[in-house]
């Protein structure tokens, strides 16, 4: 789908969450608007994000968000960054990749990369979300610079609520929901819903046909 298709589309999809929430279409005012602001968070994007390794088409940020990209950061397409009411922190190491799917949300997260996290396609994760992938410090040594590492991977459509921690070596299965607060030590299978501290399995998701 071209850029020119893509936008159509996302008038479309604003027109039809309006329709949605109050009966009525978007005015073309409105609609132009709307338009205009996301045309500037997408050209901020470019400049805010310029040292990441791949930036998809239609990519945008709200507000300027922390960014170390020593190692790799891919983005998709549509992926959106927004930092309100917290700045979101994408910091990755030297020799470390970050990889964002298509149409995910991260908002106000603190996503901290040493060997390498994955989010998939359609993952929400909102503000004071803490994805890490290293302790940073061992257990005997407080004063050590190194510790365990493990990847993550966040399959698609996940949402990450709100202060939600996720730990090294996790997979998050598809369709998952991870509550506000929890603290993600192991897998979580798909189409669960987890909360706690350590998080449990409350109840399982069932999928959309």
Not at 105 to 116: E, M, Q, T, W
Request: proline fraction near 3%; glycine fraction near 8%.
């Amino acid at each position: 789908m071209g850029i020119t298709a893509k936008i159509k589309s996302k008038i479309a999809t604003k027109q039809k969450e309006s329709e949605q929430s109050s009966g009525k279409k978007l005015s073309f005012f409105a609609l132009i608007i709307v338009l205009i602001k996301g045309f500037i968070n997408i050209i901020l994007a470019k400049w805010y994000l310029r040292k990441c390794t791949k930036v998809g088409s239609l990519v945008s940020v709200t507000k300027k968000p922390i960014i170390k990209a020593q190692g790799k950061i891919f983005l998709a397409d549509e992926v959106r960054i927004r930092s309100f009411p917290v700045k979101a922190k994408l910091l990755v190491d030297k020799g470390s990749e970050l990889h964002v799917g298509k149409n995910s949300r991260i908002n106000g997260a603190h996503i901290s990369v040493s060997s390498k996290i994955v989010i998939g396609e359609n993952v929400r994760i909102a503000p004071y979300v803490i994805l890490i992938d290293n302790d940073y410090h061992k257990v005997d040594d407080h004063f050590s610079e190194e510790g365990t590492r493990g990847e993550i991977i966040i399959e698609d459509d996940v949402w990450i609520a709100m202060s939600a921690k996720i730990m090294k070596g996790v997979r998050i299965g598809k369709g998952s929901v991870v509550a506000m607060g929890a603290l993600v030590t192991k897998d979580v299978p798909a189409y669960s819903v987890v909360a706690g501290v350590p998080a449990k399995v409350l109840k399982t998701i069932k999928p959309k046909s």
